[in-house]
T-cell receptor, first 111, second 115 residues
């Protein structure tokens, strides 16, 4: 699976949009981009995933560049409860394939 | 809706003792099931996965074993725990379908401390 690069940490004011970048310059054509987050002492929570089109759900939006070498997770109105470590994962579509979590981005939402 | 349950939430065990962690999924049939471990300050490591009853694949050879006695039950075991078995153990499930891009969904984990 392709490796990803994310900033170690980011801050965001409550109510503002949080834009979390991820670089995956070696991504292959059959690899999806997944985003998870992990709040301290809890299991990872699935947020969103996509292949090449932009995606939106009730939690967030995922913007994937046309060359698919990078993506951005957007939390439109961050709240204090969004403080967590956010993981960008690239995975080949395959039965029961593992998720490889890196170190992620620690997002701190402040008042 | 689908839910995943793990227990216990925390566990303190002496070195050399046995281990049994249980995970059950509700609201879906024939899921893929996974056991991950997260050591302190590190990423998740896949330990085992299962695509059906009695079918277990091991990712990392170690002191642990897994079993799937029922469709929605996944058990992680050890006969003799080592200090290095300490960590945060997570169970996950995903839909078994031709759409193999389906995400995995995690339980709340078991924090295991070995003394």
């Amino acid at each position: 699976d392709a490796k990803t690069t994310q900033p170690t940490s980011m801050d965001c004011a409550e109510g503002r949009a949080a834009n979390l970048p991820c670089n995956h310059s070696t991504i292959s054509g059959n690899e999806y981009v997944y985003w998870y987050r992990q709040i301290h002492s809890q299991g990872p929570q699935y947020i969103i995933h996509g292949l090449k089109n932009n995606e939106t759900n009730e939690m967030a939006s995922l913007i994937i560049t046309e060359d698919r070498k990078s993506s951005t997770l957007i939390l439109p109105h961050a709240t204090l409860r969004d403080t967590a470590v956010y993981y960008c994962i690239v995975r080949v579509a395959g039965t029961a394939s593992k998720l490889t979590f890196g170190t992620g981005t620690r997002l701190q939402v402040t008042l | 809706s689908q839910t995943i349950h793990q227990w216990p939430a925390t566990l303190v065990q002496p070195v050399g003792s046995p281990l049994s962690l249980e995970c059950t999924v509700e609201g879906t049939s024939n899921p893929n099931l996974y056991w991950y471990r997260q050591a302190a300050g590190r990423g998740l490591q896949l330990l085992f996965y299962s695509v059906g009853i009695g079918q277990i694949s091991s990712e990392v050879p170690q002191n642990l074993s897994a079993s799937r006695p029922q469709d929605r039950q996944f058990i992680l075991s050890s006969k003799k725990l080592l200090l290095s078995d300490s960590g945060f153990y997570l169970c996950a499930w995903s839909v078994l379908s031709g759409l193999s891009n389906q995400p995995q969904h995690f339980g709340d984990g078991t924090r295991l401390s070995i003394l």
